[in-house]
């Protein structure tokens, strides 16, 4: 099976343990995916989608209770407790195990163990990671060959000596109360128990792309992050990247495959990635990103031709689509899809769609679908020294007191700016939805250690740059009184990006406020919008009052990590507090 020993005894050991019928080593070929998807067929947990307008499609419905991460059951294990910090749950590592090991004695009965290498990242590309997921689910195995590089090559690549992350994961039986996704950053392992879904289940991407390798990444001094990243094409042909950082449902994917207003004739958006970046210091004093993956996993609902074209066009093929609606011919369905409802349809959990058991589609229902089919995918994305960064944005979900867009002062107060985001909660995960929660650089659920360690780790990288990231923060969902969005975003928000990229460039109007640059009603080019002028300074207000109460949160929040916390990060608390202080009184 493998040349590696270390590989091979691991393996083994797994399947004497969790004691398989069969075991497959994935190839990753199309003939192997033909098979696994026959399987599913058979068993029901695939349906095909009508092949006239679905090429190549399937629908999964997931367990209604298995539709979002679960962050209360994700832990991180270090050996000290205070390595996990407050924003992680944690567990002995000796007693994780137990508990895990105790799931998995005997969990493959009668299921195949399939064994997937995988590469995250460009192949070549001394960026990239290798890891193995070992899992009994069909499901996880097709979405990993559209998610990331794996079979064959990214065998001989692990075979070729380098490390490789291990990922362990069982359905089990799908049960809530025995369903756990811990972490060991220490032992570069993941042990995944109790659900197929998402980010529970599909190993390479936020457990090791983000959790273990934002672990590693802090000892080798580099960044693993919840960023999209873009290139933005100006009418003469130069072309500057950007990465941003949005909670979950925050807008990633829209962002990446943005289609810029008519009036913005000649510029182009092209997509890097859409939901994680690895950001390594470059020879040149710049900053490098790749995306590690190779597919999306997208938000379904609001996708449609007028919110995100390159989406729909990527979509359609080759797809999975899990937990939307099903139309009577055969396709896709999801509220804010361009299709109006149809008569007949059956909703995510396979009853007749009845609009008094809640939405068609589930709010976090996704699909899979490789990068290479989208129009806007770059031609630089499996480039592998990676794409220099010229800006980083951070951004939340936030009906109030957060402007459409500032930029950070300098990297200190953009680490600060990152630090300090806030967003309201999404289906994404388990739990409330709409309560507004810290969720510094987008990576509350995400980060692997101590989010004290983690800010110093940021507030280091910038010295280490010539030529360091602008730092900005946007705000699209931003809400009047009567709760309806302010600005129209998606496509529109190419505006705000056209005004970073002047602002790299040195150029662009804009008004110096405690925190930080905002444009000035002549700054942004609103060609061709339709937006009044009480309405736009609404969106470009910074309350000073507002922003007090604010300050006082964030600060509260610091302190919850104590004494670790970077003395950076509270000189900039207060410089902002006193700067406020003195426009309150004035
Ligand atoms: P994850 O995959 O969970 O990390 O999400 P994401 O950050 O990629 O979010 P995505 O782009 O999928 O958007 C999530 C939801 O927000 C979708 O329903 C979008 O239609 C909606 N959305 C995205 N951009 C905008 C915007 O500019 N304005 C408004 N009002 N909604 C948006
Ligand atoms: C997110 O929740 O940020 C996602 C989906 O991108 S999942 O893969 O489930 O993490
Ligand atoms: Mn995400």
Known sequence: ????????????????????????????????????????????????????????????????SDVARVEHLTFVCTRNQEDAGPNNNWMAPEEAHRKMDALYAGCMRGRVMYVIPYLMGPYDSPYSRAGVEITDSPYVVANMRIMARIGTRALRHIESGNSFVRGLHSVGELDPERRFIMHFPEELLIKSFGSGYGGNALLGKKCHALRIASW????????????????????????????????????????????PP????????????????????????????????????????????KTNPNCMSTLGRNAIYTNVALTPDGKPWWEGIDDPEPEGLTDWQGRSFDRS??????????????????????????????VPISAIIFGGRRSSVAPLVYEALDWAHGVFTGASVASETTAAAVGQVGQVRRDPMAMKPFCGYNFADYWAHWNTLGPRLAHPPKVFHVNWFRKDAEGRYLWPGFGENMRVLKWIVERCAGEAAALR???????????????????????LEALLAVDPTVWHREMEEIAQYFAEFGARVPEALLQQVERIRSELASQLAA
């Open 216 to 259: 590693q990444a802090r000892t080798e001094g580099w960044l693993a992050e919840h960023m999209l990243i873009l290139g933005l094409e100006d009418p003469a042909g130069n072309t500057t990247y950007v990465a941003a950082a949005f909670p979950s449902a925050c807008g990633k994917t829209n962002l990446a495959m943005l289609v």
């Open 262 to 305: 008519a009036a913005f004739k000649g510029w182009k958006v092209w997509t890097v990635g859409d939901d994680i970046a690895w950001l390594h210091p470059g020879p040149d004093g710049r900053l490098y990103a790749i995306n590690p993956e190779a597919g999306f996993f997208g938000v379904a609902p609001g996708t449609s031709m």
């Open 357 to 386: 058991q809640g939405p068609a589609a589930h709010p976090n229902s996704r699909f899979t679908v490789s990068a290479q089919q989208c129009p806007s995918y770059s031609v630089e994305a499996n480039s592998p020294g990676g």
């Open 1 to 64: 099976m493998t040349s590696n020993l270390e590989l091979a005894t691991w393996v083994e050991q797994m399947a004497s343990l969790m004691q398989p019928e069969a075991v497959h080593w994935c190839d990753g070929s199309e003939a192997e995916n033909q098979t696994l998807v026959e399987t599913m067929l058979k068993d029901g947990s695939l349906l095909k989608l009508n092949p006239e307008t679905h090429l190549n499609c399937y629908l999964h419905r997931s367990d209604p």
């Open 513 to 535: 406020t405690p925190i930080g640059h905002v444009p000035d009603l002549s700054g942004l080019d609103l060609a061709g919008l339709d937006i009044r002028r009480n309405t």
